[in-house]
């Protein structure tokens, strides 16, 4: 069972920013597909950002977009999450998520971390 974790969450005033990480226990972040998705109590989990694994397609939510942005280091074996303009709406608990299957960003995930703070103060 692949184990992802998350780091780099915090509060942060409104148009702050701050960088998300993600890193897998065992096995590469190359050739996989990686995701962002994050959840508020109470609501079910929310796409936000994806990568996929060989060509570095990238997808956002339509509510990121142009101020997110998701990358992959592959030596430092890293997935990062890049947040700008953070507004309180972004307020919620951040996972990292991964595919069994190396290639194209999946429809659904395999592996999900444990979830990172994110809270936007107004």
């Known amino acids: 069972q692949e184990q992802l974790f998350e780091s780099g969450g915090g509060l942060v005033q409104t148009g702050g920013s701050l960088r998300l990480s993600c890193r897998p226990s065992g096995r590469s972040v190359s050739g996989y597909p990686m995701g962002w998705l994050r959840q508020v109590p109470g609501k079910p989990r929310e796409f936000v950002a994806a990568?996929?694994?060989?060509?570095?397609?990238?997808n956002y939510a339509d509510s990121v977009k142009g101020r997110f942005t998701i990358s992959r280091d592959n030596a430092k074996n890293t997935v990062y999450l890049q947040m700008n303009m953070l507004q309180p709406a972004d307020t919620a608990v951040y996972h990292c998520?991964?595919?069994?299957?190396?290639?194209?960003?999946?429809?659904?995930?395999?592996?999900w971390g444990q979830g990172t703070q994110v809270t936007v103060s107004s």
């Open positions: 998520a991964s595919s069994v299957l190396m290639g194209a960003i999946p429809s659904r995930w395999d592996y």
């Open positions: 990568i996929g694994g060989f060509d570095e397609t990238t």
